[in-house]
């Protein structure tokens, strides 16, 4: 196995994002928006070409690798009846850069959740079948996570996406659940069990982003916590993974110092430190449990 992490919440610049990486004692990124000297910041699908080469150039010289894309691609800033261009455009920007970085894996999701019942399903399977084909047909793995979008209403919508997207594979956030709505139950929605989630759809797995926090329903807000400190099951979901053999990547995603989808936040005064004690308490808690099942050390 190995740790990586959205160093974009510790600082939008490439050369933090690789700092912070390298004191970790890591040396991969999963990257999403990024900022590489003076070129405008972005998605990684989105800055330039002359960006994009830039970021190539330095990471090489760093020694640090980018292990998965955190795109946008079908994510829930889309909307299922608007027309799919914009995430089949960013698929098809994403392919070159991944291939020409040795990236294999990429996060998408199944387009914003509609008010009502009806989720026009059938075009949402339609279009994550076609991103999928296009990933797989290059080579590249897409992942999908169960975030604010369709296949994460619930586990039983992520199986129903599974069933009719053949060979998709997860993502899974142990933090999502805690936040986002259960639709599988009448309404008032609760809100999912991190735990019960995942536990339904473990044997689709394929990574794992870590992220933990408390939702207080009284004032229907969420707190996000050090791994292990809120709702997300963390210990638990790890140690299951551990003993089921999973060999693949572990990404820390803090939410602490910044929410890249709250369009009112900001990085913190101390972003750059939140990031690498979360890393550092992340991989603590690895070790604990990996000792426990007389396992070998992360490193």
Known sequence: MYMTGFADEASPSLDIQIR??????????????????????????????????????????????INCFGSTIGNWSQKIDEP??????????????????????????????????????????????EIQRMCADAGI?????????????????????????????LVYDTGNPVVNDDRSKPRP???QSSWEFYSHVREHVAYIHIKDGIYDASSQKATFTYPGEGQGDI??????????GYDGGISIEPHMGAVFHDPGSRHSLDALGIYVEYGRRMMQMINNIRTELHLPPCR
């Open 189 to 191: 929605y609760p809100k």
């Open 235 to 244: 210990p638990k979901i790890i140690k299951d993974l551990f003993a089921r």
């Open 84 to 129: 799919f261009d914009r995430s089949r455009a960013e698929a098809r920007r994403s392919i070159p850069r991944m291939q020409k970085l040795g990236v294999s894996l990429v996060r998408i999701m199944s387009f914003a959740v509609r008010d009502g019942e009806d989720q026009l399903e059938a075009e949402r399977f339609k279009r994550v079948r």
């Open 20 to 65: 912070v990486t390298k004191e970790l004692g890591w040396n991969n990124i999963e990257a999403r928006h990024v900022q590489v000297d003076n070129f405008p910041a972005a998605n990684i699908h989105d800055i330039s070409d002359a960006a994009f080469n830039r970021l190539a150039d330095k990471l090489e010289a760093a020694g640090v690798r």
């Open 141 to 169: 793995t897409a992942l999908h996570e169960n975030c604010m979008n369709s296949g994460g209403m619930g586990w039983q919508f992520t199986l129903r996406l599974l069933e009719n997207v053949p060979g998709l594979k």
